[in-house]
């Protein structure tokens, strides 16, 4: 029953996780409000930017040019 020491030990700490935004451990527990991220303003800057993304594509160009096969001759 050696094994149960460090196993112990293991179970005893609470999950943990990195912040997406700065990478501040932020323990999962309740009474972090936040989690994953660390603080209410990494909370908002992630937000904010996933929300930029989502409305453009990168590397679609913005003004296709128009095809020529429809152009009145
Ligand atoms: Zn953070």
């Known amino acids: 029953m050696s ?22 451990p932020v323990p999962w527990t309740a009474s972090s409000t936040y989690r994953p991220f660390c603080s209410r303003r ?6 904010g930017e996933w929300l930029d993304e989502g409305h453009r594509i990168p590397g679609e160009p913005a003004d296709p040019p ?7 001759h």
């Open 3 to 24: 094994r149960s020491s460090w196993n112990a030990v293991s179970s005893d700490q609470p999950a943990q996780v990195s912040c997406p935004q700065c990478g501040t």
């Open 42 to 47: 990494c909370r908002l800057v992630d937000l």
């Open 66 to 72: 128009p095809p020529g096969d429809n152009d009145p």
